[in-house]
């Protein structure tokens, strides 16, 4: 899904929750890069000051997790750490092809929600569920597959690919 939304200079904005499953995408897409599945070169921000906090826990105790030191040092590498309000809204000002992840998971609430007001409208981006999503949510809605999403008092149409990964439950 991210070689083919950066293929068409897209964004992907991944709603994850901070802590665990932002990791967790982190982790993946550290993988597709290191084994050339997706472009090296293709920017990931994480833009959730209470996921930043998260990943940065991971460093101790090492034994809390499975992975090896140099994967807790990819997930620290492989994205800009994104921790300001003005960090985040600068986000607005790039185009694709680039990864947002942030909070929430659902897109009940959050920076999420601003980066899909910005990146719905557009054919080439993309929203990428991972996992779940609870019924009445945000997530739920745009799982179903609804044209238009109401975010900041403002119905905003659908036109992004929504994708959404079972697995990642």
Same mark, same amino acid.
Request: avoid cysteine; charged fraction near 20%; charge should be positive.
């Given at each position: 899904?991210?070689?083919?939304?950066?293929?068409?200079?897209?964004?992907?904005?991944?709603?994850?929750?901070?802590? %665990?499953?932002? $990791?967790?995408?982190?982790?993946?897409?550290?993988?597709?890069?290191?084994?050339?599945?997706?472009?090296?070169?293709?920017?990931?921000? /994480?833009?959730?000051?209470?996921?930043?906090?998260?990943?940065?826990?991971?460093?101790?105790? @090492?034994?809390? #997790?499975? /992975?090896?030191?140099?994967? !807790?040092?990819?997930?620290? *590498?492989?994205? *800009?750490?994104?921790?300001? @309000?003005? $960090?985040?809204?600068?986000?607005?000002?790039? #185009?694709? @092809?680039?990864?947002?992840?942030?909070?929430? %998971?659902?897109?009940?609430?959050?920076? +999420?929600?601003?980066?899909?007001?910005?990146?719905?409208?557009?054919?080439?981006?993309?929203?990428?569920?991972?996992?779940?999503?609870?019924?009445?949510?945000?997530?739920?809605?745009?799982?179903?597959?609804?044209?238009? /999403?109401?975010? #900041?008092? $403002?119905? !905003? @149409?659908?036109?992004?690919?929504? +994708?959404? /990964?079972?697995?990642?439950?």
């Amino acid at each position: 899904a991210l070689r083919r939304a950066a293929s068409r200079g897209g964004v992907a904005v991944v709603p994850v929750f901070a802590v %665990g499953r932002a $990791q967790a995408v982190l982790h993946a897409i550290a993988n597709l890069k290191a084994s050339n599945q997706i472009p090296r070169s293709l920017p990931v921000f /994480l833009d959730s000051p209470m996921a930043v906090n998260a990943t940065g826990l991971m460093r101790e105790p @090492p034994e809390a #997790h499975r /992975l090896a030191d140099w994967q !807790v040092r990819d997930l620290e *590498t492989v994205a *800009t750490m994104v921790r300001t @309000p003005e $960090q985040s809204k600068a986000l607005g000002r790039h #185009h694709g @092809p680039m990864v947002i992840l942030a909070a929430s %998971g659902m897109a009940t609430g959050g920076r +999420v929600l601003h980066h899909l007001s910005l990146y719905l409208k557009d054919h080439r981006n993309m929203v990428i569920l991972t996992g779940f999503q609870a019924q009445g949510t945000r997530g739920a809605r745009l799982a179903a597959g609804e044209k238009t /999403l109401r975010l #900041h008092g $403002q119905d !905003v @149409p659908v036109h992004a690919e929504v +994708v959404q /990964l079972h697995s990642a439950s």
